[in-house]
């Protein structure tokens, strides 16, 4: 089910950057995408995308309720380049249109003035799950200068 207007989760302005990654996926799992559109960063470029909160429900609603799934979520480490953005790197369990997908990702989460934000993703599929990355580190997204993932 999909939750329409505001999300009901309390002080998530005080979340660390990991704590931010895995309210994002509990959310995800709920429906609460209000909450997955308000904890994004202002300069994300998902936001160019879906300027308007209700554009984005309507794309959960019609595209990923049914069709896409957070199964498991595991932080693997997290950096801090500067004292306003932490990357998180992450393995996610998909379920996706009924197809199991294991994918590690570089999360992005930029401070702002009311607390962490996400800001963008970039994803490398994992063909056997996690037991297939061997120490996985930061240097496997190096350089960063490709085209993020929401």
Known sequence: MIRSGTSNRLHWDA?????????????FQEGDFPF????????APFL?????QQEYLDYAARELAGNFAILACSILAQRAPTVDETQVLLVLE????GERQTSL?????RRTPQGWRFHSATRRP????????REPGFELFEPLDEEPFF
């Open 126 to 133: 994992l063909e056997s799950g996690l037991e297939a990355v």
């Open 48 to 52: 160019q995308v879906f300027p308007q």
């Open 94 to 97: 998909l379920l996706v249109r």
């Open 15 to 27: 979340l660390t950057p990991s704590a931010l990654i895995l309210e994002r996926v509990a959310a």
């Open 105 to 109: 990702e570089l999360a992005r989460v």
């Open 36 to 43: 997955i559109y308000a904890s994004y960063h202002p300069d």
